[in-house]
T-cell receptor
Framework: AQSVTQLDSQVPVFEEAPVELRCNYS??????LFWYVQYPNQGLQLLLK??????LVKGINGFEAEFNKSQTSFHLRKPSVHISDTAEYFC??????????????FGAGTILRVKS | ETGVTQTPRHLVMGMTNKKSLKCEQH?????MYWYKQSAKKPLELMFV???????ENNSVPSRFSPECPNSSHLFLHLHTLQPEDSALYLC???????????FGNGTRLTVT
C-alpha cells in the first residue's frame, strides 16, 4: 500500500517570492507521483505527474517538481508566485502498474496563500 | 470548463431524505469515479466504474448507491445519510482505468 504525507497544512508566501510545497510518500513498489491543484469552489486539476524518466517534471502555470527516490519525496516548487496561485495543492501517489492505475492515494493537502 | 459537469453544486438534505447527485462527462472517457472530500482529510475514493461496470467499491456504506447507466453519466443515490456524510463529492473521469484525469467542480452536500 502507498501513503502520502504533506508536511505543511498551510504555506503563506508573498507575491513574487519562491515557494516549495513538500510531499513525502511511502510505498513497497515503484510509484507514479502527481500534484493536483484545487481552486476555491472547483474540482481538482492535474498540475504535473512523474511516471518515469527525468526526475525533474515541469507542469502547468510555471510549477515543477522533483522526484527524489532516496528521500521518497516529490516536492513542488515555483520560483515566483502570483496571487492567482492561491489554492489548495494535493500530492498523490499510485503504484506503478495498471493494477494500481486507478488507486490514487492523496495527501491531506497544503493551502498556499499568496499575499500582496 | 473541465468537461465533467456535476449537479447540483450545493445540496442540503435531512437524514431521512433521498436525493441523487449527477455527473456527466463530455470527453469520451470510459471510466468514471466518485470521491469524497471531507474537511482536513485526504480525498477518499468511493467507487470506480469502467465501461459501466463497477470495478471498485472502497468499503462505502450502503446508504450510498452508485449507478452508471452509460459511459457518460454517473449517479450517486443517497438515502438515510448521517451528518458525518457532509462533504464535497467529486466526480472524475479517465480513459481506461488510468489515473482520473478530469474532475468536476463537485457537489457540496450538507446533511442536517
Amino acid at each position: 500500500a502507498q501513503s502520502v504525507t504533506q508536511l505543511d497544512s498551510q504555506v503563506p508566501v508573498f507575491e513574487e517570492a519562491p515557494v516549495e510545497l513538500r510531499c513525502n510518500y511511502s510505498s513497497s513498489v515503484s510509484v507514479y507521483l502527481f500534484w493536483y491543484v484545487q481552486y476555491p469552489n472547483q474540482g481538482l486539476q492535474l498540475l504535473l505527474k512523474y511516471l518515469s524518466g527525468s526526475t525533474l517534471v515541469k507542469g502547468i502555470n510555471g510549477f515543477e517538481a522533483e522526484f527524489n527516490k532516496s528521500q521518497t519525496s516529490f516536492h513542488l516548487r515555483k520560483p515566483s508566485v502570483h496571487i492567482s496561485d492561491t489554492a489548495e495543492y494535493f500530492c498523490a501517489v499510485s503504484g506503478a502498474s495498471m493494477e494500481y492505475g486507478n488507486k490514487l492515494v492523496f495527501g491531506a493537502g497544503t493551502i498556499l496563500r499568496v499575499k500582496s | 470548463e473541465t468537461g465533467v459537469t456535476q449537479t447540483p453544486r450545493h445540496l442540503v438534505m435531512g437524514m431521512t431524505n433521498k436525493k441523487s447527485l449527477k455527473c456527466e462527462q463530455h470527453l469520451g472517457h470510459n471510466a468514471m469515479y466518485w470521491y469524497k472530500q471531507s474537511a482536513k482529510k485526504p480525498l477518499e475514493l468511493m467507487f470506480v466504474y469502467s465501461l459501466e461496470e463497477r470495478v471498485e467499491n472502497n468499503s462505502v456504506p450502503s446508504r450510498f448507491s452508485p449507478e452508471c447507466p452509460n459511459s457518460s453519466h454517473l449517479f450517486l443515490h443517497l438515502h438515510t445519510l448521517q451528518p458525518e456524510d457532509s462533504a464535497l463529492y467529486l466526480c472524475a473521469s479517465s480513459q481506461d482505468l488510468a489515473l482520473p484525469s478530469h474532475f468536476g467542480n463537485g457537489t457540496r452536500l450538507t446533511v442536517t
